[in-house]
Nanobody, 119 residues
């Protein structure tokens, strides 16, 4: 069973930064595409960022471009989401997800970590 565990969320003020981490239990993590999603109160879960196995293909939701950076360290089986210049609208539960193959479904999900941005 693949397990993903997010950490690094918290309460911050607008303009502050956080770095989220996602640790994967699966040995084959390095071959997975990884993504970050979020779900704000009263909203549907939405895509935030994704990175392929080698780290050379990255995509972001438009509203986080220039502020968020997704990265991975395959040796540590860990994916990161560096979030800078946080805004109130970034408040959400952030979820890590894994897709076993490129353009495949995100079959594995973490439990989520809360990010709250205050004014």
């Amino acid at each position: 069973q693949v397990q993903l565990v997010e950490s690094g969320g918290g309460l911050v003020q607008a303009g502050d930064s956080l770095r989220l981490s996602c640790a994967a239990s699966r040995r084959t993590f390095s071959s997975f595409s990884m993504g970050w999603f979020r779900q704000a109160p009263g909203k549907e879960r939405e895509f935030v960022a994704a990175i392929n196995w080698s780290g050379d293909s990255i995509n972001y939701k438009d509203s986080v471009k220039g502020r968020f950076t997704i990265s991975r360290d395959n040796a540590k089986n860990t994916v990161y989401l560096q979030m800078n210049s946080l805004k109130l609208e970034d408040t959400a539960v952030y979820y890590c997800a894994a897709a076993p193959s490129p353009n495949g479904r995100y079959n594995y999900w973490g439990q989520g970590t809360q990010v709250t941005v205050s004014s």
